[in-house]
């Protein structure tokens, strides 16, 4: 079946720090990707998406690209702050024509000051 | 904001009582998702609903039922509550022809 695999965490870097996390996926079909935000207590916000091959998602500096060739959907982002702390979770959809979410287990970012 | 509202938000209860999750929505979407939230596990489907009365399980089904008896409205039950369905659980609705989610604040439950 369809599953996503994120790189584990925890990460922790310093504001302004260069942020990666890496996420490959394996789906039927062509999958829509997402990337999730969830705050300290809170639910799950969408991020950013991608619902094609080539297609860069962004949103608050956060950037991720649907690259079908290596199956990878990983975000970035140029300068972290320490608002970012947050755990991060890759989603996919749509594989086959699946309406399931399938997630990532989640990446815990932390940003010191 | 996507006017999902999920009750209780906090909850305890003991082993082997029957517990009622209640998410509401307000704008009508045909799709809405019951998930558990674990450590180490990410989110794991529990039951889904794409329409009054038509549901389906999940991956983690065993110990749940739910029902839909109204658009708004998609209830989770847990007929007899164990240990192992402490967890905090999430609803959530899918709008259009897309197929990205969005979630309610969540219930944090703890069955002791």
């Known amino acids: 079946g369809d599953s996503v695999t994120q790189m584990e965490g925890p990460v922790t870097l310093s504001e302004e720090a260069f942020l990666t996390i890496n996420c490959t996926y394996t789906a039927t079909g062509y999958p829509s990707l997402f990337w999730y935000v969830q705050y300290p207590g809170e639910g799950l916000q969408l991020l950013l998406k991608a619902t094609k091959a080539d297609d860069k998602g962004s949103n608050k500096g956060f950037e991720a690209t649907y690259r079908k060739e290596t199956t990878s959907f990983h975000l970035e982002k140029g300068s972290v702050q320490v608002s970012d702390s947050a755990v991060y979770f890759c989603?996919?959809?749509?594989?086959?024509?699946?309406?399931?979410?399938?997630f990532g287990k989640g990446t815990k970012l932390t940003v010191n000051p | 904001d996507a006017g999902i509202t999920q009750s209780p938000r906090h909850k305890v209860t003991e082993t082997g009582t029957p517990v009622t999750l209640r998410c509401h929505q307000t704008?009508?979407?045909?799709?809405m998702y019951w998930y558990r939230q674990d450590p180490g596990h990410g989110l794991r489907l529990i039951h889904y609903s794409y329409g009054v009365k038509d549901t389906d399980k999940g991956e983690v089904s065993d110990g749940y039922s739910v029902s839909r008896s109204k658009t708004e409205d998609f209830l989770l039950t847990l007929e007899s509550a164990t240990s192992s369905q402490t967890s905090v659980y999430f609803c959530?609705?899918?709008?259009?022809?897309?197929?990205?989610?969005?979630f309610g604040p969540g219930t944090r439950l703890t069955v002791t």
């Open positions: 959530a609705i899918r709008p259009g022809q897309n197929y990205e989610q969005y």
């Open positions: 704008e009508n979407h045909r799709y």
């Open positions: 989603a996919l959809s749509g594989g086959g024509g699946s309406e399931k979410l399938v």
